[in-house]
């Protein structure tokens, strides 16, 4: 059975940083693209990036370039948003999915609140 | 970024009665390599989305066949042929052509 576990959201302080984890279990992750994506509370979907299965190619939406950054080991079948220079507009459940162009497999999502 | 448009934001359906949402995006969808990259998902309250419709008109694995997706170029459809009470929630349309991928604002499903 194909599992995607987020953790690590929170409270944390604007221009804060916060580190997601996405446990990945029931499927080969090494050979998989990865993405996040983000739901701000009542509001619709927006993707936040991507990230190719080596590491070496990763894509990002303006509104988060050069503050958060995607990684992955595959090693320990887990992928990871680091978010810097929080800001209030960041506050929503991540979610993290699997990659085919299509979203086919999606975890439970973790929520990041952005507050002083 | 390539926009995309869904009509309506909400509809309200008789169980058993057909839905339609549309899906309009600012520039052609029809990739270099002949696909076309659009997708619909449904979001059940308190649940993470889930994939219905990839590549305008394929249903994902065990999507019921009421669902069924068409259109090209600019302009797609989802339709459900009779609605049945689990339908409900927010469908979105997704592109995923070019980067950034992007998301309709959602069409919010209810029933009567």
């Known amino acids: 059975e194909v599992q995607l576990v987020e953790s690590g959201g929170g409270l944390v302080q604007p221009g804060g940083s916060l580190r997601l984890s996405c446990a990945a279990s029931g499927f080969t992750f090494s050979t998989s693209w990865m993405t996040w994506v983000r739901q701000a509370p009542g509001k619709g979907l927006e993707w936040v990036g991507n990230i190719k299965q080596d590491g070496s190619d990763k894509n990002y939406v303006d509104s988060v370039k050069g503050r958060f950054i995607i990684s992955r080991d595959n090693a320990k079948n887990s992928l990871y948003l680091q978010m810097n220079s929080l800001r209030a507009e960041d506050t929503a459940v991540y979610y993290c999915a699997r990659d085919f162009t299509y979203f086919d497999y999606w975890g439970q999502g973790t929520l990041v609140t952005v507050s002083s | 970024d390539i926009v995309m448009t869904q009509t309506p934001l909400s509809l309200s359906v008789t169980p058993g009665q057909p839905a339609s949402i549309s899906c309009k995006s600012s520039?052609?969808?029809?990739?270099?390599?002949?696909?076309?990259?659009l997708y619909w998902y449904l979001q059940k309250p308190g649940q993470p989305p889930q994939l219905l419709i990839y590549e305008v008109s394929n249903r994902f694995s065990g999507v019921p066949d009421r669902f069924s997706g068409s259109g090209s170029g600019t302009d797609f459809t989802l339709k459900i042929s009779r609605v049945e009470a689990e339908d409900v929630g927010v469908y979105y349309c997704k592109q995923s052509t070019q980067h950034p991928k992007t998301f309709g604002q959602g069409t919010k499903l209810e029933i009567k």
């Open positions: 520039q052609s969808l029809l990739h270099r390599d002949g696909k076309t990259y």
